[in-house]
């Protein structure tokens, strides 16, 4: 298997665009059955779901999009954006692609993105999992702040965007993660767009996912990597703790980018999720 093994096979899943709000909205889509939306973290972009785009078409339908900003997609008409500007995008092509109910999966950034959607449109999904959640430091001191918004968009005006990847890239996966996981990581990277990079570094600077969580009351599901050095795995843990009912589904071997570093066990992982949500809501829907 050659190093562009992976991302050879994005052609299978060739971005599609639709406009949403006035504003051009790229995705990929696969498979056929009940739907899962796919949101991608801060450096990254559809195609880095392409293990999840392949191997769980048989039994659902995958939606992966570009966030404003991203790929194909238009920026968002704010420069200074929360994770609400982002969710709002993202129900215009729920609805615009007749999603009925999708299960929502957001990784790092994305899983702010999708908790902020979870809180507005609690009834048009039917469950949210975050996977190595960024969870933003909306509540961390003003220097803090304006050091985590400046610093990944510094590194690529610096670095351009092989030098980015090369020196992010590996952070992103385990020590046990070979060049095919190396070259989808990259590859993300080598599309990024420097004002879509700004606006998502803003995001994560000046937002918080308790915005979110804490009026989302519903059972979520949580997937992470114990090798994670990014969204370190305790912090993964304390919000697992203060959420008080999560599903929790710890992958070993598994870095941030934990559907891309152990993708048979993440997406395995994912349907255990998915069935204990539903457990949970036939449990609640039986006392009444």
Same mark, same amino acid.
């Given at each position: =298997?050659?190093?562009?093994?992976?991302?050879?096979?994005?052609?299978?899943?060739?971005?599609?665009?639709?406009?949403?709000?006035?504003?051009?909205?790229?995705?990929?889509?696969?498979?056929?059955?009940?739907?899962?939306?796919?949101?991608?973290?801060?450096?990254?972009?559809?195609?880095?779901?392409?293990?999840?785009?392949?191997?769980?078409?048989?039994?659902?339908?995958?939606?992966?999009?570009?966030?404003?900003?991203?790929?194909?997609?238009?920026?968002?008409?704010?420069?200074?954006?929360?994770?609400?500007?982002?969710?709002?995008?993202?129900?215009?092509?729920?609805?615009?692609?007749?999603?009925?109910?999708?299960?929502?999966?957001?990784?790092?950034?994305?899983?702010?993105?999708?908790?902020?959607?979870?809180?507005?449109?609690?009834?048009?999904?039917?469950?949210?999992?975050?996977?190595?959640?960024?969870?933003?430091?909306?509540?961390?001191?003003?220097?803090?702040?304006?050091?985590?918004?400046?610093?990944?968009?510094?590194?690529?005006?610096?670095?351009?965007?092989?030098?980015?990847?090369?020196?992010?890239?590996?952070?992103?996966?385990?020590?046990?993660?070979?060049?095919?996981?190396?070259?989808?990581?990259?590859?993300? =990277?080598?599309?990024l767009h420097f004002d879509g990079f700004l606006a998502a570094s803003y995001l994560l600077a000046y937002d918080? !996912?308790w915005n979110y969580l804490t009026g989302y009351g519903h059972r979520l599901g949580v997937i992470y990597g114990?090798?994670?050095?990014?969204?370190?795995?305790?912090?993964?843990?304390?919000? !697992?703790?203060?959420?008080?009912?999560?599903?929790?589904?710890?992958?070993?071997?598994?870095?941030?980018?934990?559907?891309?570093?152990?993708?048979?066990?993440?997406?395995?992982?994912?349907?255990?999720?998915?069935?204990?949500?539903?457990?949970?809501?036939?449990?609640?829907?039986?006392?009444?």
């Open positions: =298997m050659n190093g562009s093994s992976l991302t050879d096979k994005l052609f299978r899943f060739p971005p599609q665009t639709r406009l949403v709000n006035g504003r051009r909205l790229a995705y990929r889509l696969a498979g056929q059955g009940p739907a899962i939306v796919l949101l991608h973290g801060i450096s990254s972009g559809s195609g880095s779901w392409v293990n999840q785009l392949e191997r769980l078409a048989a039994d659902y339908t995958l939606v992966a999009w570009d966030a404003p900003g991203y790929g194909q997609s238009e920026g968002l008409a704010n420069d200074e954006p929360s994770a609400l500007d982002y969710a709002e995008m993202l129900h215009g092509l729920i609805e615009g692609l007749g999603l009925e109910r999708p299960l929502l999966l957001g990784h790092s950034l994305g899983a702010m993105i999708a908790a902020a959607y979870a809180d507005r449109y609690p009834g048009r999904i039917r469950g949210l999992v975050l996977a190595n959640p960024a969870q933003g430091y909306g509540h961390a001191d003003a220097d803090t702040q304006l050091r985590v918004y400046r610093q990944r968009p510094e590194m690529l005006r610096k670095l351009g965007h092989r030098g980015l990847a090369a020196a992010r890239g590996p952070v992103l996966l385990s020590q046990h993660a070979g060049e095919t996981q190396m070259e989808l990581v990259a590859h993300g =990277m080598m599309g918080d !996912i114990e090798e994670d050095v990014i969204t370190a795995p305790t912090g993964v843990e304390l919000l !697992i703790a203060r959420h008080g009912r999560a599903t929790a589904e710890p992958l070993a071997g598994a870095g941030h980018a934990s559907y891309i570093d152990q993708p048979e066990r993440f997406n395995q992982a994912l349907i255990r999720i998915e069935q204990a949500l539903l457990s949970s809501v036939n449990e609640v829907n039986n006392e009444f």
